[in-house]
């Protein structure tokens, strides 16, 4: 029975079946428009939604910007954490081909010499042996027969986590560029904030000694002079923490490409030079499950569990053994005649009482898989959630940018139109003090705006899973990823 079992090629335990893709038809009870609405600013162009277009392995490339295509290239090639992600493959897919030689016998070669003397009762009679020298040699071979699929399981477990690594890099590879993009997007936004604000206090400088001409000619009063002075402080006071951001995003770079904040990137980015990506790829739901790096790293750890309960169940049977040896052995020539020594065996071992240790392993085994598939469908909700959260942000991020583009037009004209009037008398350096403020805040509302909508791009983009099934060497390795 046993032999007829192994001939077989049984392996007791769950065969593992992959989730079925959740039925889902769409990421919101509402369905998605056609695109967004338009500004005449730079970024504010309508984003088209388009289903089942399929993401680009290099996505970063659709900001259009040389400076950022180069930082990313060169934090993949130089970031630790996407190195050890890389070691940790390798590590894994050693593992599993160690784990494969379970499945062959065990082939070993001895020999020995020795010098021995015996005693003259040891050998029954009262002559005496003289010394000699005994050598021997062997070939042994070992084979613990799979019966029950056992080994075959734990290499099952051992290439699904092979896989799980292979999708911890796909996340690894993911995340990395996103923060570098991210933080692309935040140096543009710090240095435009910084610029702008530079700006407002360039403004009221002006208008400060302005206000100082005329109070010593008699023709402003002492308070517009104190509540411009307070007004320019206040303005000046906003630069010192943007211009911290901005120095902590640069070492936050430098730290993207594995380099000490000293040795920080020498690129710095615009919003005007980084195009906003105007179609925008939605996979179908579907297709998410299979796109999603976490997902698929979450389904190697659900397999590897599914694996684990065979192993657990294997080990509650009995364990087959094969084992042979041929050699020599004598005093004088090694495989003369009549020198020859071999063996050949089986043996069979049965558990019989080991504390219910094994019983529970195996169940313990059981509550891991079942800890995994939750665990798997958590991530999958996850996901989803991440998608429709991306897609309702660009919806509402196009009207934020639209309507703050409005409001800086409107504070900028109310602002012309106050200096006018302050020029010729007709309001008061307070009301010209209140539409400064409110165009300083418009034009830092407007960047900020759009800063938003290409962060959320990249949420987007990230939350599809990132293309990596569509870059070259993905392709070219069949499918498989590769470090880069």
Same mark, same amino acid.
């Given at each position: 029975?046993?032999?007829?079992? $192994?001939?077989?090629?049984?392996?007791?335990?769950?065969?593992?079946?992959?989730?079925?893709?959740?039925?889902?038809?769409?990421?919101?009870?509402?369905?998605?428009?056609?695109?967004?609405?338009?500004?005449?600013?730079?970024?504010?162009?309508?984003?088209?939604?388009?289903?089942?277009?399929?993401?680009?392995?290099?996505?970063?490339?659709?900001?259009?910007?040389?400076?950022?295509?180069?930082?990313?290239?060169?934090?993949?090639?130089?970031?630790?954490?996407?190195?050890?992600? !890389?070691?940790?493959?390798?590590?894994?897919?050693?593992?599993?081909?160690?784990?494969?030689?379970?499945?062959?016998?065990?082939?070993?070669?001895?020999?020995?010499?020795?010098?021995?003397?015996?005693?003259?009762?040891?050998?029954?009679?009262?002559?005496?042996?003289?010394?000699?020298?005994?050598?021997?040699?062997?070939?042994?071979?070992?084979?613990?027969?799979?019966?029950?699929?056992?080994?075959?399981?734990?290499?099952?477990?051992?290439?699904? !986590?092979?896989?799980?690594?292979?999708?911890?890099?796909?996340?690894?590879?993911?995340?990395?560029?996103?923060?570098?993009?991210?933080?692309?997007?935040?140096?543009?936004?710090?240095?435009?904030?910084?610029?702008?604000?530079?700006?407002?206090?360039?403004?009221?400088?002006?208008?400060?000694?302005?206000?100082?001409?005329?109070?010593?000619?008699?023709?402003?009063?002492?308070?517009?002079?104190?509540?411009?002075?307070?007004?320019?402080?206040?303005? *000046?006071?906003?630069?010192?923490?943007?211009?911290?951001?901005?120095?902590?995003?640069?070492?936050?770079?430098?730290?993207?490409?594995?380099?000490?904040?000293?040795?920080?990137?020498?690129?710095?980015?615009?919003?005007?030079?980084?195009?906003?990506?105007?179609?925008?790829?939605?996979?179908?739901?579907?297709?998410?499950?299979?796109?999603?790096?976490?997902?698929?790293?979450?389904?190697?750890?659900?397999?590897?569990?599914?694996?684990?309960?065979?192993?657990?169940?294997?080990?509650?049977?009995?364990?087959?053994?094969?084992?042979?040896?041929?050699?020599?052995?004598?005093?004088?020539?090694?495989?003369?005649?009549?020198?020859?020594?071999?063996?050949?065996?089986?043996?069979?071992?049965?558990?019989?009482?080991?504390?219910?240790?094994?019983?529970?392993?195996? *169940?313990?085994?059981?509550?891991?898989?079942?800890?995994?598939?939750?665990?798997?469908?958590?991530?999958?909700?996850?996901?989803?959630?991440?998608?429709?959260?991306?897609?309702?942000?660009?919806?509402?991020?196009?009207?934020?940018?639209?309507?703050?583009?409005?409001?800086?037009?409107?504070?900028?004209?109310?602002?012309?139109?106050?200096?006018?009037?302050?020029?010729?008398?007709?309001?008061?350096?307070?009301?010209?003090?209140?539409?400064?403020?409110?165009?300083?805040?418009?034009?830092?509302?407007?960047?900020?705006?759009?800063?938003?909508?290409?962060?959320?791009?990249?949420?987007?983009?990230?939350?599809?899973?990132?293309?990596? $099934?569509?870059?070259?060497?993905?392709?070219?390795?069949?499918?498989?990823?590769?470090? *880069?």
């Amino acid at each position: 029975m046993l032999a007829a079992a $192994w001939l077989a090629g049984c392996a007791v335990g769950p065969d593992f079946v992959r989730p079925a893709p959740p039925q889902a038809v769409g990421y919101a009870r509402e369905p998605l428009p056609a695109q967004t609405v338009a500004s005449d600013i730079h970024g504010g162009d309508a984003q088209r939604f388009v289903q089942g277009l399929d993401l680009p392995g290099d996505w970063w490339t659709l900001f259009r910007s040389p400076a950022l295509n180069a930082i990313i290239e060169r934090a993949l090639a130089a970031n630790p954490s996407l190195q050890a992600a !890389q070691a940790a493959l390798r590590e894994a897919n050693e593992t599993r081909l160690a784990g494969e030689g379970a499945l062959f016998p065990t082939i070993s070669a001895g020999a020995s010499v020795t010098r021995e003397k015996k005693a003259p009762a040891s050998v029954g009679s009262g002559s005496t042996i003289p010394p000699f020298t005994l050598k021997s040699a062997s070939v042994n071979v070992t084979y613990l027969l799979d019966v029950w699929g056992g080994t075959r399981r734990q290499v099952e477990a051992l290439t699904a !986590q092979a896989e799980f690594q292979r999708f911890e890099l796909e996340a690894s590879y993911l995340t990395l560029i996103s923060n570098v993009v991210l933080a692309a997007l935040q140096d543009a936004s710090l240095r435009a904030q910084v610029a702008a604000t530079q700006e407002i206090v360039d403004i009221e400088t002006q208008q400060l000694a302005g206000l100082k001409r005329e109070f010593a000619i008699g023709a402003a009063a002492n308070t517009a002079v104190l509540a411009q002075a307070a007004a320019l402080a206040q303005a *000046r006071a906003a630069l010192p923490p943007l211009q911290k951001q901005l120095a902590q995003t640069r070492n936050q770079l430098a730290a993207y490409l594995g380099r000490f904040p000293n040795d920080a990137p020498t690129e710095t980015f615009e919003l005007e030079a980084l195009q906003l990506p105007v179609t925008l790829p939605v996979s179908l739901p579907s297709q998410l499950v299979a796109q999603r790096p976490d997902i698929r790293a979450s389904e190697a750890l659900l397999h590897a569990a599914s694996a684990e309960i065979g192993v657990a169940t294997a080990n509650l049977l009995p364990q087959l053994t094969l084992s042979a040896a041929y050699g020599s052995e004598t005093a004088q020539t090694l495989f003369g005649p009549g020198t020859a020594v071999w063996n050949i065996g089986v043996g069979l071992l049965q558990p019989l009482f080991e504390g219910g240790t094994l019983l529970h392993r195996r *169940r313990a085994a059981i509550a891991a898989y079942d800890a995994a598939a939750a665990q798997y469908r958590v991530t999958v909700v996850t996901a989803f959630q991440n998608v429709a959260d991306a897609l309702r942000a660009l919806q509402s991020d196009a009207n934020a940018v639209n309507a703050q583009a409005a409001a800086e037009r409107a504070a900028a004209d109310s602002l012309a139109a106050s200096q006018r009037q302050f020029r010729i008398g007709e309001i008061s350096h307070l009301a010209l003090l209140d539409a400064q403020r409110t165009y300083q805040q418009a034009r830092i509302g407007e960047i900020q705006a759009r800063v938003a909508r290409y962060s959320d791009v990249v949420a987007l983009f990230q939350a599809l899973g990132g293309g990596w $099934w569509n870059r070259a060497d993905v392709r070219e390795d069949g499918g498989n990823a590769v470090a *880069r």
